[in-house]
């Protein structure tokens, strides 16, 4: 009998890829997005998964509007904590495994290095505090909860969501014409979602349970990554180096949130592909997507 999951968030972008990478790995798969199951109701959620008893739960619906939390601090808390916790409840009551993705917010950026699992978390705003209280829930109700924390994920599915991702974003700004404005004093380590997706279910079919780090491997200012995508591409837009003083967001984020992905490789987990590597595959993907809409 084919293992079942259940993906919370399967229209999103990495959503999206989770769904196609466990149907190609032969799980029959629930999947549920946003206007068809709200994990903020607790009943909704407990019967959803008590009606279709999935072994593992994965949960990549988030509330990440990070500047906007700042003026709704609840609804951030509501989706990104507490909607975890009846996630956790559910897979107690049917005994399956939840997966949750968390976030490099979770650290101030202090250390000026790559983060591992046993760096202490210190968030700095009120998004990345209900993600970490999203982790607490999750490990306090359930002994085998499986918490992947990953940073500034991008992926094909971006091209359909209302939002994007920040490839989308500098494509968009090229085309405008205009100066780009990007800061170099903050660095993270972008994650291609298909990898994401593939490397989150190896951990699932090894059967890790705790938190693990999957960024994407490479430690980047974002506007090195601005950069990079632009060479790739062939575009040659005007492109200014900011920092964070000249460049104010309502909130306060991590200068250094790239992570280390060494105890995910020590179990055996594939390294990630190089930045450079995961963009071109974002390329062909997205102008396939493209030229069919």
Known sequence: MAAKAAVFGSAGQLGVELVRELKERGYTVTAWHRSQMDITDAERVERGLAAESPTVVINAAAYNQVDV??????????TNALAVRNLALACRQID????????DYVFDGQAGR????????????????????????????????????????FGPGGTQTARGN???????????GQTIRVVEDHVASPTYAPALAART?????????????LGGGTPISWF????????????????????????????KRPKYSALS?????????KPMPPLAKAIESYFLVRDRLVSRA
């Open 96 to 103: 399956a495994r939840l997966v949750h993705f968390s976030t």
């Open 114 to 153: 790559e983060y591992t699992e046993a760096d202490p978390t210190h968030p700095l705003g009120a998004y990345a505090v209900s993600k970490l209280a999203g982790e607490l829930f999750a490990q306090a109700y359930l002994d085998n909860a499986l918490i992947v924390r990953t940073s500034g994920v």
């Open 224 to 251: 090195e990554y601005a950069r990079t995508i632009f060479r790739i591409r062939g575009l040659n837009p005007p492109l200014e180096a900011t920092t964070e003083r000249e460049y104010r967001t309502a909130a």
């Open 261 to 269: 992905n060494s105890k995910a490789e020590g179990l055996g987990i």
């Open 166 to 176: 920040f490839v989308e974003l500098m494509l968009r700004l090229a085309s405008s």
């Open 201 to 213: 279910i190896d951990l699932i079919e090894k059967n890790a349970t705790g938190i693990f780090h």
């Open 69 to 78: 939390a700042e003026r709704e601090p609840q609804a951030a808390f509501l």
